[in-house]
């Protein structure tokens, strides 16, 4: 599934003329989709696409609530999980373009929907396990215990990130909070607080009897499913 998220505009852009716009369609194949038309003075002369089409597109003035509501409907990534089918939402796009706010949003981002909603649908005996790392100049970094950095084994699997198992959503979030604050991060021409680094967040489901997604030296078994939640570092050049 692609959403694409449009942002308001920035207070630097105020007064700014709007070149993105969003209508319902329909597809080839009957479905009700939404494209994306943009319209600048020049580009017919710049002979680009100007049309796209996605699945959903929500527009500057969506909410996180409505963005959640709309991803839980498609694709219910929480009870894939519970179901033992790994998942993935990542958000990607320059810096600036809200990926930050939507996945984590102080709060009320897509991260703590999912924590929240994961907690609240186990059964007992089941526990969340969880671990957070940063990919940055090809180094993973592991957020809950900062500044050890995390190896990958020969099938590529993360060995020696810190596992959490908390209690309640709630602990878990703030621990997710404060490692999120060792996020690299820089001032560019684009945005005075962008994400350097790709953050990944590992959720997966452990039982009395134990579960090999985190076994005792901090690796994560590839079998085993998991939900990533990935706010990637912005797009953009580096220069920029």
Known sequence: KVFIRLRPPLAREAGTEMCCFVHDVEDPR???VQQILLQRPDM?????PSEFVFERVFRPEATQ???????????????ALLEGVGATVFAYGQTGSGKTHT?????????????RDLYGRLVPGQQVGCQYVQLYNEDFLD?????????????GCLVGAKTL???????????????????????TDMNDTSSR????????????AGDAA???????????????????????????
């Open 143 to 155: 957020l809950f215990a900062p500044p050890a950095k995390v190896s990958q084994d020969g099938r």
């Open 30 to 32: 009957g479905r009700q």
């Open 103 to 115: 996945i984590d949003g102080d709060g009320s981002g897509i991260i703590a929907r999912v924590v």
């Open 197 to 208: 680094s790709h953050a990944i967040l590992s959720l997966f489901v452990l039982t009395d």
């Open 44 to 48: 017919e002369a710049c002979k680009l």
């Open 65 to 79: 609530d409505e963005v959640w509501a709309a991803l839980r409907a498609s694709l219910d990534v929480v009870g």
């Open 165 to 187: 198992k908390l209690a309640t959503p709630d602990e878990l979030l703030r621990s997710i909070r404060a490692g999120a604050l060792y996020r690299a991060s820089a001032k």
């Open 214 to 240: 985190a076994r005792s030296d901090g690796s994560s078994s590839a079998a085993a499913p998991q939900l990533f939640v990935v706010d990637l570092a912005g797009s953009e050049r580096v220069k920029r």
